[in-house]
Structures are given as C-alpha cells and as structure tokens.
C-alpha cells in the first residue's frame, strides 16, 4: 500500500493556529459505522456516549521539551528533548546549519549539553544540570511545526489537557484538548498514559507504508483499568489511548514501550469507537484513523469536513468514528 494513497489537498487557511476560545467550543464530525456524516459541536459528545461505554484517556503532560542553544562557535542549535534517560541524560533532536558532532558541548544559558553518542536521528546528551529544572527554567511548550507562532502564555495552558498527570510527552495528545473539567464530570472516564514521542513530527519517508517503522513511545495501563476494559465499549480519546490500548490487547504486556503501526488490514481487539482530531497528509495517524473507519469512508469524511470549512491539526475540530 502506497503512502500517497494517504494524500489529500488541504487549504492552509484551515490549519488551525490558535485553540477555541473554550476548550468544548470546537465542531464535531460524526462519522458512524453505517457510513453517515454528522456536524455537530463538541458540546453534543456527552449525549453520544451510552452506559456501556469507557471513556478512555491519556494522562500524558507535556513538558517543554524546547531548548534554544547555541555551539561554542556561537552557531545556533534548536534542541528537541525527547525523552529523559536519567536526571542529567536525554536523548534529543538537535537542528543546526551544521550538525553537532560527538564529542562536542552546546550551551543552553548557564547550562552545558555534552554529546556522547547517536542513536539513528536522535543523540545522547549529558546535561551539566538537572534535564527536568534545566527544561522548567530554559524550555518552551514544544508546538507542532505547522503552527506558525513562537509559544504564548495561551499555549502554556491550552496545549495541555486538564487530566494532565504524569511529565513526559512532547506533544499533546490533541483530542484530549477539547475537554474542560465540567465535561469531564459528565463521563465515564479511564485514564491510561502513553508519552508522546518526537517521532510523531517525523514524515513518512518510504514510498510503501509497509516499509515504515514507528518510533517507540513508553505506555503504562493499570492492571485494574484494563480489567474493567474487557466488559465496557471502548472509546479511546485521541490515536495514542488507542495505539497503547490495542498494544496491550495484542501482547498483553500492560506497560513499557510500544512502536504499533496501525494501517489498513489491522486488527482491532479492543477499541470500538475513537475520538481524535484531523490529522496531517500521508501520515502514520490518518492511515490509523482510515484503518480504524475504512479507508474510502475516512477520506470521503475528511472532503466533507475540508468543503464544511472544519479547523485542522492541534488546535482543529474532532471527529467520532464508530467502527
């Protein structure tokens, strides 16, 4: 299967660059399992959820995993944190007119960025402070690279979902966005995590899907959530509750790390109905979301939104797939 099968034309006005002004403000395309389009407003999504249902979660929080830097020659790096690995050792995207080498320091203010090795697109550092106090004091809410704007006080608080609970993604898990705290109290919520890695920015970059590989993000399931997940209709809020959902239901395993492809031809085990945002072209999360409706629907669902004038992306509108 082709990725360009996963193409589609979208007008950059309808990229959205700012959230709602209320976080349920957002519209809500319901595409159910007979095929039908519906235009609603996030405000409808508690009347759509039945006792059956589990209203799954990711209580992922994000942290702010951008650093401004510079290399002792005085050339600016812009640093990515993708995980700490201990509480002065990260591994980081570094951007740079030329790459850093190993071996080499980049200072970020009073703190130094030691590179000690690589591993693929990624490279070990060692921090000379503390990777979580160096991040609170120098870092900045890491933004998706289609939104335009450097990072404001909106964002500090908007590109985070009010569940958040346990430090570690850099980037949000989007659908979770468009809850307030009221909405919340309506439903039947289960909160799982999986941190959001820096690979969710990366593009496609074979031509056949079945040649790509994921990056690896680290998940955690309670044992007694899961269990109470087997006799529930499963709504997963957002392609990261599923991805953990599904690799838990596949292997069994109910922590640890998870590189899940989800494409079309995929299995699911678990999750019955998802709720996730409007995803990039010929990425890895709509071949998930046309895996998950079926491919001709999904797209036919994205043409209608894309004609209705929905908002796109992070900051965008949601959609409902019933499978």
């Known amino acids: 299967m082709l990725v360009s099968e996963f193409d589609y034309a979208l007008p950059p006005e309808l990229i959205a660059q700012h959230p709602a002004p209320r976080r349920d403000a957002s519209r809500l395309l319901h595409l159910d399992a007979a095929g ?3 235009d609603l407003k996030f405000a409808d999504f508690a009347a759509l959820v039945g006792p059956g249902d589990a209203v799954v979660v990711n209580d992922t929080r994000v942290i702010k995993a951008r650093l401004a830097g510079r290399k002792a020659s005085g050339g600016a790096v812009e640093i990515f944190v993708e995980r700490a690995t201990g509480p002065r050792a990260a591994l980081v ?4 007119s030329h790459p850093p ?20 697109d990624l490279y070990e550092v060692e921090f000379s402070q503390d990777v979580d106090a160096t991040l609170e004091r120098h870092g900045a809410v890491p933004l998706p690279p289609y939104i335009a704007h450097a990072p404001r006080a909106e964002d500090a608080e908007r590109y985070q979902t009010v569940y958040a609970a ?5 980037a949000a898990p989007t659908a979770g966005l468009h809850f307030d705290e009221a909405l919340l109290q309506r439903l039947p919520v289960e909160r799982i995590t999986l941190h959001v890695g820096a690979g969710t920015f990366q593009p496609v970059r074979v031509q056949e899907i079945e040649q790509h590989r994921m990056h690896k993000e680290r998940y955690a399931i309670p044992p007694d959530v899961f269990q109470r997940l087997q006799k529930r209709r499963v709504l997963a809020v ?7 959902l599904e690799t838990a239901a596949s292997t069994g395993k109910l922590a640890g790390e998870t590189d899940l ?4 031809g995929f299995e699911f085990r678990l999750v019955k109905r998802l709720l996730t945002n409007f995803h990039l072209p010929k990425s890895t999360l709509l071949m998930l979301v046309c895996a998950f409706g079926g491919k001709e629907r999904v797209m036919q669902a994205y043409a209608h939104a894309i004609e209705q004038r929905y908002r796109f992306f992070s900051y965008g509108d949601a959609m409902l797939i019933e499978r």
């Open 36 to 38: 039908r389009l519906r």
């Open 238 to 244: 957002g392609t990261t509750s599923l991805r953990a």
């Open 93 to 96: 995207l570094m951007r740079a």
């Open 101 to 120: 080498r190993v071996g080499s320091e980049v200072l970020v203010e009073d703190v130094t960025l030691e590179i000690v090795g690589r591993r693929d």
């Open 261 to 264: 492809f989800v494409y079309p």
């Open 166 to 170: 346990h430090p570690g993604a850099v």
